[in-house]
């Protein structure tokens, strides 16, 4: 067999291998695409459809989920667009326009805030509200990297510098503490995760079944603490005293 | 015969001690015979369930008690879905009738129908024993009250709107009226979800006595504003009240005075629903040509008042429209004036004082713009307009301001016509800076959207948290192992060196010496060689430093001076004093050798 024979062989398999990636490629960008010229148009549902296809396709992208948020807010679906905002800020909490769209989502929802939520913990631990769970996850392995770097250093290559046993020292602060905040960040979204109301209006009530007592209602947008979830229902809490039952289909996790 | 004249002795004069003990034996025979006859029979327990009243008014409630005689068990109430279930708790009943003992549990509840019509008790599943028995399934006719009736009862509760008709944005009143002859504790309200309406509760509830049919009644009201959003046929959906009604005890013959103050009562709860309320929303009438609708509907006025009309150029001259009335004014659109091109013009945050009363949203806005001028001259205000539904003529109505002339003079200031409103933070041009639009901003086109940025896993996260840790550890490990191995090496060849300097310090005709040499180069051999060991011979010896990478000639050298050493030693000693002292230094070169 030929050198060449066998070439066109490996170059005709390479072809087929990429051939459904290249098409996957052109399906998600002409929907992409597709999904910015129906908003442009006013088209929003499409829009939404569009963007909502691509993000249940896999594609975790907190531009993505910015406009599908965009969409779901020109379409009048306040729920659902603050959710969408709400999942790109976990990867992109610094974005200058996801942060003004969602300060303005927010103030079109109708349950006031709780002033108490400018607690003392977020003056404290102000880097944990102020970046992004991404952001603090790549702070944490850069730090710690650095860290054990110049430890490495120290150790074996210049172990006389005294400078570089300080600069570990300095470097092991930051790694801590951002190695924490992201492990507290892991455990809050497995153990206490939030969630979203996305109904117009949602009776939330004193137990598992709809003839249950009203408790109070809550109306779209509102960011709740999931506690509990139990068959069809989980229980919420919003602000420290407000808890409830309320059917799972009614929020969405963010 | 003497004996048995003994035995009956002995039987009429029986001890006390003996006679207790018999008895103690026959109580205790008794009390395994009745528990026997208690816990014996599970397995012929039998359920039955019964209700007080087969045939009800909506709104009020059955009691269901399902007993289990001969046996103890739990009731699933979970398939009973036409009514709400209340458990009332259980009480238990021993018998013991002609030497037979029954026990019977009884587990009550308090049932209020959901609907009207014909309702079903489904068979309950009684649980006894890990065997699943059921009870009869019970109909119960449940009867829709009619208005006549309802006032005869003792408690109800109605809805009523105040406009069954209104047109699109007019504020109607729905009241319900929770009435009661009889005294009720824990009533508990649930509004309905007034879909088609925006709704606000009046806080104040309206509680009087009042007279219906001759009998008398405690009234309370709870008032809802609602502003119908569409038109077309919009229900209110019925209210529910769940509430316990005071009885008088029936257990008692005469309620004594005592009753109350210890509590001697009895509480029926009670699940009331108001009827459905249908609204019909008209539309509001076409819009006259040339008009722009505010989207308010009601009784309002507009009036535009200005601090003075003669200013000087640069000074601030703050111009308010009021727009008070009566209706949904908090919907109410911003209202500016168009302030001529002579003109700079800043707008303040709209000032709110609304009220909620039982007639609705009263109140005013108030929209102030701060005017400065930057040209002398005569200008003119221009009239503002508004549009509104009135709701009382039923028709569009436009109000408007009246036009306002200001008369601008040239400022003070020699050559200078701009107006001062830029240095200084006392100026009082100087306004926040506020939203006069409000939109999002627009969507993100990158392609780079389609990548996939998937957060990393807990899992991931502690890998690469520990891989910098795990490398730092693997170095340190390595080196510590390169180390040792570098440290055995230097250890050993100072051993060499030790054992030399010993002996060169004895004379060399001595036996010792020559073993001392042994020990030297065979020390120094296994250093070069990285091995353990005592002892060696010379092919050992040369082997050894050949694969260790030592060349050829030295590792001969080194074998052929163990050879010579072993064979001065055991050749008993017929080498000289000079002949050994050589071998000292040879095997001293070689040690240093070897070490490097």
Not at chain 2, 513 to 536: C, F, M, N, Q
Request: glycine share 6%.
């Amino acid at each position: 067999m030929s050198l060449k024979y066998m070439q066109k062989i490996v170059l005709i398999w390479l072809g087929l291998i990429a051939l459904p990636a290249l098409g996957w490629a052109d399906t998600s960008t002409r929907q992409w695409l597709d999904g910015i010229a129906a908003y442009k148009t006013g088209d929003y549902q499409k829009a939404v459809m569009e963007f909502k296809t691509l993000a249940e396709s896999g594609i975790a992208n907190a531009k993505l989920y910015y406009n599908l948020g965009n969409a779901y807010l020109k379409a009048q679906d306040l729920g659902h667009a603050i959710l969408w905002y709400e999942r790109a800020m976990k990867s992109a909490g610094n974005d200058p326009d996801l942060l003004f769209n969602l300060a303005y989502a927010r103030s079109l929802t109708k349950d006031a805030g709780d002033p108490k939520s400018i607690s003392l913990s977020r003056i404290l631990f102000f880097w944990k509200y102020q970046l992004s769970h991404r952001t603090i996850v790549i702070l944490a392995l850069s730090a710690n990297a650095l860290f054990w770097l110049l430890l490495l250093l120290r150790r074996f290559i210049l172990s006389k510098r005294r400078t570089l046993g300080f600069a570990a020292a300095a470097a092991a602060l930051p790694a801590l503490l951002f190695i924490v905040t992201a492990l507290y960040n892991f455990y809050e979204a497995g153990h206490s995760p939030r969630a979203v109301i996305l109904p117009k209006s949602v009776s939330v009530r004193s137990g598992l079944s709809d003839h249950a007592t009203e408790l109070f209602v809550l109306h779209a947008g509102t960011v709740v603490k999931i506690e509990k979830r139990q068959g069809e229902f989980m229980r919420i809490a919003y602000e420290e005293d407000k808890i409830g039952w309320i059917k799972q289909s009614s929020a969405g996790i963010i | 015969m003497q004996k048995r004249d003994s035995r009956d002795r002995d039987r009429v004069l029986a001890s006390p001690s003996e006679i207790i003990r018999k008895i103690l034996l026959l109580s205790g025979v008794w009390v395994i015979l009745i528990g026997f006859g208690v816990s014996s029979p599970a397995f012929s327990a039998q359920v039955q369930a019964v209700v007080d009243r087969s045939s009800i008014a909506a709104g009020e409630s059955i009691e269901l008690s399902v007993t289990i005689e001969d046996g103890d068990g739990e009731v699933d109430t979970s398939p009973i879905k036409a009514f709400k279930v209340i458990s009332q708790g259980s009480s238990s009943n021993f018998e013991w009738i002609n030497g037979r003992s029954s026990r019977k549990i009884i587990y009550s509840y308090l049932l209020m129908p959901l609907n009207e019509g014909s309702l079903t008790i489904p068979a309950l599943p009684v649980t006894i024993d890990g065997r699943v028995q059921k009870t009869a399934p019970i109909t119960i006719a449940v009867q829709k009250t009619a208005p006549g009736d309802q006032d005869a009862r003792d408690v109800f509760l109605k809805a009523e709107v105040s406009n069954s008709n209104p047109y699109v944005g007019e504020q109607i009143q729905c009241v319900f009226t929770l009435y009661n002859a009889i005294q009720i504790t824990a009533a508990q309200f649930l509004k309905p979800a007034f879909e088609g309406f925006s709704a606000k509760e009046i806080e104040n509830q309206n509680t009087q006595r009042v007279v219906v049919n001759g009998r008398e009644y405690i009234s309370r009201k709870l008032i809802y504003v609602l502003i119908p959003r569409n038109s077309g046929a919009l229900t209110i959906e019925p209210a529910e009240i769940q509430l316990n009604v005071v009885k008088r005890d029936s257990r008692r013959g005469m309620r004594s005075p005592f009753d109350d103050f210890f509590g001697r009562t009895q509480v029926e709860p009670r699940f009331l629903k108001s009827e459905p309320v249908t609204v019909s929303v008209k539309p509001l009438p076409p819009l006259p040509p040339n008009q722009a609708f505010s989207g308010l509907v009601g009784q309002f006025e507009l009036s535009g008042t200005i601090e003075r009309t003669q200013l000087t150029v640069g000074d601030s001259v703050t111009y308010a429209l009021t727009l008070s009335g009566t209706g949904n004014i908090a919907e109410a659109p911003e209202v500016r004036p168009s302030a001529p091109e002579a003109f700079k013009h800043y707008n303040d945050s709209p000032q709110e004082e609304i009220q909620l009363s039982a007639e609705g949203y009263t109140g005013k806005k108030i929209f102030r713009t701060a005017l400065v001028p930057v040209k002398p001259g005569e200008f003119v205000l221009p009239e503002v307009m508004l549009t509104y539904f009135d709701i009382n003529d039923k028709h569009y109505k436009s109000l408007k301001t009246e036009p306002i002339t200001l008369e601008v003079k040239a400022s003070a200031a020699p050559g200078s016509q701009t107006p001062q409103v830029a240095p200084g933070p006392s100026s009082s041009a100087k306004h926040e800076v506020t939203f006069t639009g409000r939109d999002i901003l627009p969507l993100n086109e990158d392609l780079d959207a389609l990548e996939n940025q998937s957060a990393l896993s807990l899992h991931w996260f502690l890998f690469w948290i520990f891989l910098p840790a795990a490398g730092f550890g693997l170095a340190k490990l390595t080196a510590d192992i390169l180390r040792k191995e570098d440290g055995r090496r230097k250890r050993m060849a100072r051993q060499t060196r030790k054992i030399l300097q010993d002996a060169a310090k004895i004379d060399p005709r001595e036996k010792e010496y020559l073993s001392l040499l042994y020990r030297a180069l065979v020390t120094a051999i296994r250093a070069g060689s990285d091995t353990s060991g005592e002892s060696l011979t010379w092919a050992e010896a040369e082997t050894l430093l050949r694969q260790s990478g030592y060349d050829e000639q030295t590792a001969m050298a080194a074998a052929s001076l163990l050879e010579n050493i072993e064979s001065a030693n055991y050749s008993g000693g017929r080498a000289n004093g000079g002949d050994r002292r050589e071998l000292l230094e040879r095997t001293r070169s070689m040690a240093g050798k070897l070490s490097r």
